[in-house]
Nanobody, 121 residues
């Protein structure tokens, strides 16, 4: 079982920056892809960015050039550096990852509980 704990959310003015972090703990053999998703009020959850175990990245068009995802495999953490924030970035941000409990076992998907990011003046 894997537990994910996000941190770093908060209130920031437009144009400001925040850094989100997510730490994975528990019992697992390996972690595959990691990522961040977000859900704004009355909207569906959407992908923000993902990163593979080999550090290949993928970003939503809306955040390209402003957000950077990174991971520390030794610490089982994933980060999201968010710059030039806009009011439309306001959402609950969720950490997501796929992990195996043992070699050759199927990948299981896990979600954090989310951290709120509010961009407002």
């Amino acid at each position: 079982q894997v537990q994910l704990v996000e941190s770093g959310g908060g209130l920031v003015q437009p144009g400001g920056s925040l850094r989100l972090s997510c730490a994975a703990s528990g019992t697992f053999f390996s972690i595959s892809d990691m990522g961040w998703y977000r859900q704004a009020p009355q909207k569906q959850r959407e992908l923000v960015a993902t990163i593979t175990s080999g550090r290949s990245t993928n970003y939503a068009d809306s955040v390209k050039g402003r957000f950077t995802i990174s991971r520390d495999n030794a610490k089982n953490t994933v980060h999201l550096q968010m710059n030039s924030l806009k009011p439309e970035d306001t959402a609950v941000y969720y950490c997501n990852l796929y992990a195996r409990s043992a070699p050759f076992r199927d990948l299981m998907e896990y979600w954090g509980k989310g951290t709120l990011v509010t961009v407002s003046s």
